[in-house]
């Protein structure tokens, strides 16, 4: 049963775009949702998270948006750079859970010059 | 650099074979996690560790098992292995064991298994 689904698989976006990426879960004890930024070769890097006590974060040229009510939440990549060429992974965890986290498929994005 | 250290980097074995893998956790994080990294499967919660005491068990088989010691080093170790265990294994760690936002985890770079 996949908890967290994440969508799309892959996305190829513009240099200066933005890129745009979906998760939703089920469980509704989760409280805590990150994303998580993987380059090849490396281990995934936490980008930005959120809890469900507020509907948008951002940071930089990265926006989390939360929907507690369609339970389903989004990354948005403003001004998309060649460098943001990366796997993002949604996940989701509660405190019940000892925090460990449900991660999503990924969602491989490529940003063209 | 996240500050946690898993080695080896690679290892390439046979099926049947035992192995284990080592993780070190940033310094002053009690906490350790496992996960392992498959094209079909993704990223799974294997196991965690607090402060040398198991915490909570994920999607982990009965031919692997782990352990935390004193130091808090963590070691996986993946018993009987079989061609569908080739994976990526990441160690993640954290301050405490609570989920909260300010309790993130960091990922080591990873242990790329090959069961031949």
């Known amino acids: 049963q996949q908890q967290v689904k994440q969508s799309p698989q892959s996305l190829i976006v513009q240099k200066g775009g933005i890129s745009i990426i979906n998760c939703a879960y089920e469980n509704t004890a989760f409280d805590y949702f990150p994303w998580y930024q993987q380059f090849p070769g490396k281990g995934p890097a936490l980008l930005i998270a959120?809890?469900?006590?507020?509907s948008e974060k951002k940071e930089g040229r990265f926006t989390i948006s939360f929907n507690k009510s369609a339970k389903q939440f989004s990354l948005h990549i403003m001004d998309s750079q060649p460098g943001d060429s990366a796997t993002y992974f949604c996940a989701a965890s509660d405190e019940g859970s000892q925090g460990n986290l449900i991660f999503g498929k990924g969602t491989k994005l490529s940003v063209k010059p | 650099d996240s500050g946690v250290t898993q080695t080896p980097k690679h290892l390439i074995t046979a099926t049947g074979q035992r192995v284990t893998l080592r993780c070190s956790p940033r310094?002053?994080?009690?906490?350790v996690y496992w996960y392992q990294q498959s094209l079909d499967q993704g990223l799974q919660f294997l196991i965690q560790y607090y402060n040398g005491e198991e915490r909570a068990k994920g999607n982990i088989l009965e031919r692997f098992s782990a352990q935390q010691f004193p130091d808090l080093h963590s070691e996986l170790n993946l018993s009987s292995l079989e061609l569908g265990d080739s994976a990526l294994y990441f160690c993640?760690?954290?301050?405490?064991?609570?989920?909260?936002?300010?309790?993130?985890?960091?990922f080591g770079p990873g242990t790329r298994l090959t069961v031949l």
């Open positions: 993640a760690s954290s301050k405490w064991s609570t989920g909260a936002t300010t309790d993130t985890q960091y």
């Open positions: 959120i809890r469900p006590d507020v």
């Open positions: 310094s002053g994080d009690l906490s």
